[in-house]
């Protein structure tokens, strides 16, 4: 079956923009949390959002944002880009809740300059 | 303090050698701990799950969990150059957020063959 699908793979925007990453997760996957992988910090939790309600979230700034689709899609919405948003951005779905694991995708490799 | 430590490496062994990854936490609410391999460019991929206290083996590999200690393993026999990634140590339990998981900034291994 197909994985998570994560689009697009790379972005290269400006400072003070805004943007929106998509996700698809696995078919029949109702939860779907996002994070930001950097060198430093590692993996860090964003978000997760299950039949289209935030059910968590992480430490991240108002200009951070979510929404999931009905049929579990989700997308990510980063706005006013600062050069410290460059990372990794992966969304990871799971069944019910992420108790037994993720499964990850890809990630998008987000540049800000 | 970060709610997980690991040590970022790099390792470097030889094929064949037994290779001993770990992670530390402080926060004893952690119920839920797992194990996830990183290929460059790739997201992770979950390689072992572990509930509570305990070991548990898979192939070569084998997780271990002392929550007296707050400490977790994983270990890796007759490491091959295919084992070669970025190793993520990731936990869960209920914190102040709710129920999320925190990972490890990750291990850097390389097999030499």
């Known amino acids: 079956k197909a994985g998570v699908t994560q689009t697009p793979r790379y972005l290269i925007k400006t400072r003070g923009q805004q943007v929106t990453l998509s996700c698809s997760p696995i078919s029949g996957h109702r939860s779907v949390s996002w994070y930001q992988q950097t060198p430093g910090q590692g993996l860090q939790f964003l978000f997760e959002?299950?039949?289209?309600?935030?059910?968590n979230k992480g430490n991240f700034p108002g200009r951070f944002s979510g929404r999931q689709f009905s049929n579990s899609r989700s997308e990510m919405n980063v706005s006013t880009l600062e050069l410290g948003d460059s990372a990794l951005y992966l969304c990871a779905s799971s069944l019910l809740s992420a108790t037994y694991g993720y499964t990850f995708g890809s990630g998008t490799r987000l540049t800000v300059v | 303090q970060k709610e997980v430590e690991q040590d970022p490496g790099p390792l470097s062994v030889p094929e064949g050698a037994i290779v001993s990854l770990n992670c530390t936490y402080s926060?004893?609410?952690?119920?839920?701990f797992m194990w996830y391999r990183q290929y460059s460019r790739k997201g992770p991929e979950l390689l072992m799950y572990t509930y509570s206290s305990g070991n548990k083996e898979d192939g070569r590999f084998t997780a271990q969990v002392d929550k007296s200690s707050k400490y977790i393993s994983l270990f890796i026999r007759d490491s091959q150059p295919s084992d070669s990634a970025t190793y993520l140590c990731a936990m869960s339990g209920i914190s102040n957020t709710g129920n999320q998981f925190y990972f490890g900034t990750g291990t850097s291994l390389t097999v030499i063959p």
């Open positions: 959002y299950f039949s289209e309600t935030q059910r």
């Open positions: 926060n004893s609410a952690f119920q839920y």
